[in-house]
């Protein structure tokens, strides 16, 4: 598509309940990205896809989060058994590249999934 | 490890007023620098960069410059719009093999009529 595409737009949950964000980057892409956006805070990094490499889960903030992606494409962000705190909106991002020469790499990013645990 | 302070927002402009949002930096070693915008229901765009001290970044009115001797990079507007109204993210990326943006908190602006 023209965009990055992310789903749901907003999701409530319950805690203790698991939840599944989904991520289409743009086509042609390499590179995604999951960021996360807490109230008053900046963006956390959460994981990094690049190909067919391993990715880079070092931000993943505990094991109830995971995330994978399929085909080199469509990825999907998964919380297990959601608190309270994890209530924020997921930010995915895709880049063409993972630098180039000047290393400003240019990452375009989807609206977002507003996840609110109660 | 590396960092990136914007002034506290929201703030709240009328019509063709001058815009300047601070940021500072930390930063281990010598990092690309970056203005993203997020309009409202919008994802975060890239409004302007610069990839060495002393660049200047430019886009739709907007500057900003990369200024090393005060690790910062202000962004500044003679004239803002409306239309300008979004939330502003300083971010930083150090390496040309690091793939790693790490953001400001963002920084809310009004602009009324």
């Known amino acids: 598509g023209a965009g990055v595409s992310q789903s749901p737009s907003n999701k409530v949950t319950e805690k203790g309940k698991d939840v599944e964000l989904r991520c289409d980057p743009i086509s042609g892409h390499t590179a995604l990205y999951w960021y996360r956006q807490s109230l008053g805070q900046g963006l956390e990094f959460l994981i990094y896809f690049q190909g067919n490499s391993a990715p880079d889960k070092s931000g993943l903030p505990s094991d109830r989060f995971s995330a994978e992606r399929t085909g080199g494409s469509v990825s999907t962000l998964t919380i297990q058994r959601t608190q309270q705190e994890d209530s924020a909106v997921y930010l995915c991002?895709?880049?063409?590249?993972?630098?180039?020469?000047?290393?400003?790499?240019?990452?375009?990013f989807g609206a977002g999934s507003r996840l609110t645990v109660l | 490890g590396n960092s990136v302070t914007q002034m506290e927002g929201p703030v709240t402009l009328s019509e063709e007023a001058f815009l300047t949002i601070n940021c500072t930096y930390t930063?281990?070693?010598?990092?690309?620098l970056f203005w993203y915008v997020q309009y409202p229901g919008e994802g975060l765009q890239l409004l302007l960069k610069?990839?060495?001290?002393?660049d200047k970044g430019s886009n739709k009115g907007f500057e900003a410059t990369y200024r090393k001797e005060t690790t910062s990079f202000h962004l500044e507007k003679g004239s803002v719009q409306v239309s300008d109204s979004a939330v502003y993210f300083c971010?930083?990326?150090?390496?040309?093999?690091?793939?790693?943006?790490?953001f400001g908190k963002g920084t809310k602006l009004s602009v009324i009529p």
């Open positions: 971010a930083l990326k150090i390496g040309a093999g690091s793939y790693q943006l790490t």
């Open positions: 610069a990839t060495k001290a002393d």
């Open positions: 991002a895709s880049s063409s590249r993972v630098a180039g020469a000047g290393g400003a790499n240019v990452l375009t």
């Open positions: 930063a281990t070693g010598y990092p690309s």
